[in-house]
C-alpha cells in the first residue's frame, strides 16, 4: 500500500511539473579557454513568437567567443542580412553561480547553460529570457564548422521535449555564404541586436 502511494504521489509531481521546471544540465568541469574561438550558429529552438515568425529565414551567424578574466565570455556576432549585407554585434555573457552558466542583461537573457559540449565539434546552449514579463526559452546548437554535427543534432533532440520545445520550433539554419565570413572583420555596426529576437 505505502509503495502505491509513493507511486502515486511521484507522478501526480510528474505531472505538475512545467517545462521550465525542467532541470537543465550543464557541461562538467566547463572549460573557457577550450571553448574560446569561432562556433557556428547551425540550428535554434524557440517558442519565441519573433524566432517562430522569421525561422524559415534566417541564416548561420558566425560567433567568435573570448574568456575575459573575470569568468565573463565576450561574444562577437557576425550575420548576413536580407539583403546580402553583413551585421555585427558585441555582447558579453557574464558569468553566473555555476561555471558555464552566463546571463546577459543587454539581450535579457536571464539564464544562459553550455549543456554540452566536446570543444573540437559542437556545443549545446540553452537560454532563457525574461521580456516584459514573458518568459521564453531557447536552445543554439553551435558547430565548429558551418555543418550540422550528428552528437551536437541528437543531444538538442534529446534535451528539446524536456524544456518544453517541440519539433516545429526548431530551425536548422541556412549558411550565411561568403560576405560574413568572421564577426572580427568589417561589418556594419548593429545598434539594436536581433538576434535572437
Known amino acids: 500500500m505505502m509503495l502505491q502511494t509513493l507511486l502515486v504521489i511521484c507522478i501526480l509531481?510528474?505531472?505538475?511539473?512545467?517545462?521550465g521546471q525542467a532541470q537543465v544540465p550543464i557541461q562538467a568541469n566547463f572549460d573557457a579557454s577550450q571553448f574560446q574561438g569561432t562556433w557556428y550558429v547551425v540550428a535554434v529552438a524557440s517558442d519565441d513568437p519573433g524566432f517562430l515568425d522569421t525561422?524559415?529565414?534566417?541564416k548561420m551567424s558566425v560567433v567568435w567567443v573570448s574568456p575575459l578574466a573575470n569568468g565573463d565570455l565576450a561574444l562577437k556576432f557576425g550575420y548576413s542580412t536580407p539583403d546580402g549585407g553583413c551585421?555585427?554585434?558585441?555582447?558579453?555573457f557574464s558569468r553566473g553561480a555555476a561555471v558555464g552558466?552566463?546571463?546577459n542583461a543587454a539581450m535579457?537573457?536571464?539564464?544562459?547553460?553550455?549543456?554540452?559540449?566536446?570543444?573540437?565539434?559542437?556545443?549545446l546552449l540553452y537560454l532563457e529570457t525574461q521580456k516584459a514579463?514573458?518568459?521564453?526559452?531557447?536552445?543554439?546548437?553551435?558547430?565548429r564548422a558551418p555543418e550540422m554535427f550528428p552528437e551536437g543534432a541528437q543531444k538538442m533532440r534529446q534535451l528539446a521535449p524536456q524544456v518544453g520545445l517541440n519539433p516545429s520550433e526548431g530551425a536548422m539554419?541556412?549558411?550565411?555564404?561568403?560576405?560574413?565570413?568572421?564577426?572580427?572583420?568589417?561589418?556594419q555596426a548593429l545598434a539594436h541586436p536581433t538576434y535572437p529576437r
Open 101 to 103: 552558466q552566463f546571463s
Open 133 to 143: 514579463g514573458v518568459r521564453n526559452v531557447w536552445l543554439q546548437l553551435l558547430a
Open 173 to 187: 539554419l541556412a549558411k550565411s555564404g561568403e560576405r560574413c565570413p568572421h564577426p572580427a572583420r568589417s561589418c
Open 55 to 58: 525561422k524559415d529565414n534566417m
Open 13 to 19: 509531481a510528474l505531472l505538475r511539473a512545467t517545462p
Open 108 to 123: 535579457a537573457q536571464t539564464d544562459i547553460r553550455v549543456v554540452s559540449t566536446d570543444y573540437a565539434h559542437f556545443a
Open 87 to 92: 551585421q555585427k554585434m558585441d555582447t558579453t
